[in-house]
């Protein structure tokens, strides 16, 4: 019995030595981001749930929705490429950096574009799939999903930051 205490505790230590280092490093570099999206008032009162497969994009110009451009004010931060706030097929929000992490590893800042529930590459070619939650590429050009930045949704208030 005492062997197989000994034994149990050696496994568990050796699964948690194992684990060190394994932590996710993306290539796309860590930016600042503070966005603040309202979804009850002006041009984002469209902006719900319900509207799947609906996203913004906030670049240094400010935030593009559905044909409008609201300016960002000037304490607000749009990440290393800018950044996109989508709607999944499942309504929950979900915001990813705009920088292609495969041209990104080379040493280049590309943004990707988004048409429907992708986000492509212009360089790479890659697609990141955006309508399923996760990003994940889809041609396995990059071995990476987009960086994903943390959002909370209070009371219709999106707030994206990093």
Aim: charged share 15%; aromatic share 10%.
């Amino acid at each position: 019995m005492q062997r197989l205490g000994q034994l149990i505790i050696g496994i568990v230590c050796a699964v948690l030595c194992s684990c060190e280092g394994t932590s996710f490093n993306s290539s796309v570099p860590r930016y600042p981001v503070n966005l603040h999206i309202d979804t009850r008032q002006g041009v984002f009162v469209h902006f719900q749930p319900t509207a799947i497969n609906t996203y913004v994009i906030a670049d240094k110009e400010g935030y593009h929705y559905n044909g409008s451009l609201v300016v960002r004010t000037v304490l607000e931060a749009c990440g290393y490429a800018g950044v996109v706030v989508y709607i999944d097929t499942w309504s929950n929000y979900n915001a990813w950096d705009l920088a292609c992490p495969y041209c990104a590893g080379r040493g280049l800042r590309r943004v990707c574009e988004v048409d429907g529930i992708f986000a492509r590459c212009p360089d790479c070619g890659e697609e990141y799939d955006l309508g399923s939650g996760t990003a994940v590429p889809t041609k396995k050009i990059s071995h990476e999903y987009m960086r994903r930045i943390p959002l909370t949704n209070s009371g219709g208030v999106l707030v994206i930051r990093q």
